[in-house]
Every structure is written in C-alpha cells, then in structure tokens.
C-alpha cells in the first residue's frame, strides 16, 4: 500500500524559506512521479513542482519558478522540496502525491495535474506572516 508522509511546514515571515519533505514507501519509488500540490481555502488544489524520480527529469509551475527546488533523496526515499523567498500569497496546505509509471520500469513522467494522481499524503500547513 502506498504511503506518503509530509513533514516541515510552519510558520516563516516574507522573504523566509522551508523545506519539505516527502517520504515514501510501499511502492517502487525509482519508477514513480511525485508532485508537490498546495490548497489555500477557497481554491482548488494547484500542482506546484514534479519530479519523475527515475530519470529526474522537474517540472515547476509559473508561480514558485526560481523560488522553488525539487530534489529526491534515494538513501531516505524522500523527495523535498526547498521553499526560498516565501510569499504572502504562498500560505496553503502542501500535500505530495505519487504518480504511478505507464508500464513497468518506464519511469513515471512528470504531470502538474491532480487526475493523474491517485496516492497521496495527509499534508502539510504553510503560513507565511509578517
């Protein structure tokens, strides 16, 4: 059974950075995709960052473009996501959610999308306040 589990969220003024991190397990990791998504009340959930774990190949949205890093970490099955020069529009709920492959051993590729995913985590709270 997939499992995914977000941790590092809090509270970081404008300007302010964090890094999340995204563990995973029960699947085959090497051949998945994982996105970041982000919900702040009100609005529907936006697909932030991507990373096709195999090839490595990232994906960003226009929205944290330059702010954000996507990075996977094989030793701790994790993929993180490094949060710089944090907005006042960038407060939501951050979840991560994996994208199983096409076919076997074919990496997953990269979607920003939310109907090509099916597993995802509990999520994590980011609040951005002077």
């Known amino acids: 059974q997939a499992l995914l589990v977000e941790s590092g969220g809090g509270v970081v003024q404008p300007g302010g950075s964090l890094r999340l991190s995204c563990a995973a397990s029960?699947?085959?990791?090497?051949?998945?995709?994982i996105t970041w998504f982000r919900q702040s009340p009100g609005k529907g959930r936006e697909g932030i960052s991507c990373?096709?774990?195999?090839?490595?190949?990232?994906s960003y949205a226009n929205s944290v473009k330059g702010r954000f890093t996507i990075s996977r970490d094989f030793t701790r099955n994790t993929v993180d996501l490094q949060m710089d020069n944090l907005k006042t529009e960038d407060p939501a709920v951050y979840y991560c959610?994996?994208?199983?492959?096409?076919?076997?051993?074919?990496?997953?590729?990269?979607?920003?999308?939310?109907?090509?995913?099916?597993?995802w985590g509990q999520g994590t709270q980011v609040t951005v306040t002077s």
């Open positions: 959610a994996r994208r199983r492959p096409l076919t076997r051993n074919v990496p997953a590729p990269c979607a920003l999308a939310v109907t090509f995913y099916e597993s």
């Open positions: 029960g699947f085959n990791f090497n051949t998945s995709a």
């Open positions: 990373l096709s774990v195999g090839d490595g190949s990232t």
